[in-house]
């Protein structure tokens, strides 16, 4: 059994271009920014655990473009209380661009992970310091999850990745090897439960594994993986099986258990969303739907009530589709 402390997670992240995944234009285009040392402003969109933010870290590495990360690449979390706001950037980030590249390298970075978390204040301060530091050496990287919460003045300052999730084979051959090599007794049974419920989040997967398995033995309290957004899907992605079998009476069981879940909880209804569009069970109907939905979501008066319009309009969308399919 492995008995170090390190997070999994940042054990078994992906070190080099060559360890990821990727399509084959994305691999070709971040090889040749390796090969020139120079990148251009960076947007990665995608599910979570898709490696936009490996990605990025790669590229501002030592095994990218960047030998001296402490002094040229500011990394902050978009989401965060304290760096999300106007005041950050006008009070850290601007400093931090005014002083040039230290060393060899070419560029100084701000990376942005969960860019989607930001102000709108701080949107409009970072257009300014993206028109005056990239002419220069400024370069910047932003990953989201919600590429529509990115403002178009801004998006249109950067060139954009979309980054899709793993396939679930892969991801299971991932789970199984980072178990084998820390000596960790297991059953497959048991690590495909976990993948199946918490995929295609890789970092939640691997996090999961690794709280499970600190008798040296991966042993599951299925009471404490699945979260309320992964229940709701699974609840939804299930209601969308029953109006294609036409089994009437399960679909108000399921719709009750949503109607109950969602009140009684504070859930994370995007999140919700975008599991929801990307899994290959919804049919491209309700993807239309959800989406519709998704970008209401923040005008919404009460959010619970914005989803559960969508879940009705979805079990409408089915019923019609099937009809006409027949």
């Not at 002083?99 to 300014?128: C, M, N, Q, W, Y």
Request: hydrophobic share 35%.
């Amino acid at each position: 059994m492995s008995v170090d402390n390190e997070l999994w997670v940042e054990k078994w992240r992906p070190k080099t271009l060559q360890d990821l995944i990727l399509p084959d234009d994305f691999r070709v285009e971040f090889k040749r920014s390796l090969d020139t040392q120079t990148i251009p402003n960076l947007l990665l969109s995608g599910p979570p655990g898709s490696g936009k933010t490996t990605i990025a870290r790669i590229l501002t590495s030592k095994d990218g473009i960047i030998q001296n990360r402490f002094d040229n690449v500011l990394e902050i979390n978009g989401s965060a209380k304290n760096s999300k706001g106007i005041k950050f950037f006008d009070e850290v980030v601007e400093p931090f661009f005014r002083v040039p590249p230290a060393g060899s390298d070419r560029h100084k970075i701000l990376f942005v992970d969960e860019a989607d978390g930001l102000t709108s204040d701080a949107f409009d301060s970072l257009r300014g310091m993206i028109e005056k530091y990239q002419i220069k050496y400024g370069r910047f990287i932003f990953t989201c999850n919600y590429i529509n919460k990115i403002p178009p003045p801004v998006q249109s300052r950067f060139t954009p990745y979309i980054f899709k999730q793993f396939p679930i084979e892969f991801v299971l051959t991932f789970c199984e090897n980072v178990l084998t090599s820390e000596c960790i007794e297991h059953d497959k049974k048991d690590v495909d439960y976990v993948v199946r419920l918490l995929y295609p989040d890789i970092r939640q997967i691997i996090s999961k594994l690794q709280r499970f398995s600190l008798t040296g033995k991966l042993q599951i309290d299925k009471n404490n993986i699945a979260t309320y957004e992964k229940t709701i899907s699974a609840l939804f992605i299930e209601l969308v099986k029953f109006v294609m079998d036409e089994q009437k009476s399960k679909i108000g069981k399921n719709l009750n258990e949503l109607i109950n879940i969602t009140d009684q909880n504070d859930v994370d209804f995007q999140n919700i969303y975008m599991q929801l569009f990307y899994n290959e069970n919804i049919p491209v109907p309700v993807k239309i739907i959800l989406n519709k939905y998704s970008k209401s979501h923040q005008g919404s008066i009460v959010p619970q009530m914005n989803f559960m319009s969508s879940v009705f309009e979805s079990i409408q969308a089915m019923t019609k589709y099937k009809s006409i399919n027949k």
